[in-house]
Nanobody
Framework: QVQLVESGGGLVQPGGSLRLSCLAS????????MGWYRQAPGKQRELVAS???????MFADSVKGRFTISRDNAKNTIYLQMNSLKPEDTAVYYC??????????WGQGIQVTVSA
């Protein structure tokens, strides 16, 4: 069973940057797609960005041009680089992975707070 552990969250001022990491306990090579979701208080969880095993990426409109996603298969890790952060980016961010057998894994979530 692959487990996902997020790190890199915290408090940052508007306009600042953070890099989230998601470390898998096993190989991510078998993960068809991995991504980051977020959930703000009182809102539904939403997809922020995803990356396929082949490296294709997609982003929510709200983060296009500001966030990038990457994966390092050798380190069993995916990253979310977040630049030009805004207060509306404040949320709990979750790492997600879908395996070849269609099973879905979630991390425990990590808080990102953008505030002056």
């Amino acid at each position: 069973q692959v487990q996902l552990v997020e790190s890199g969250g915290g408090l940052v001022q508007p306009g600042g940057s953070l890099r989230l990491s998601c470390l898998a306990s096993g190989s991510i090579f078998t993960m068809i797609v991995m991504g980051w979701y977020r959930q703000a208080p009182g809102k539904q969880r939403e997809l922020v960005a995803s990356i396929t095993r082949g490296g294709n990426t997609m982003f929510a409109d709200s983060v296009k041009g500001r966030f990038t996603i990457s994966r390092d298969n050798a380190k069993n890790t995916i990253y979310l680089q977040m630049n030009s952060l805004k207060p509306e980016d404040t949320a709990v961010y979750y790492c997600n992975a879908r395996a070849v057998d269609s099973s879905v894994k979630w991390g425990q979530g990590i808080q990102v707070t953008v505030s002056a």
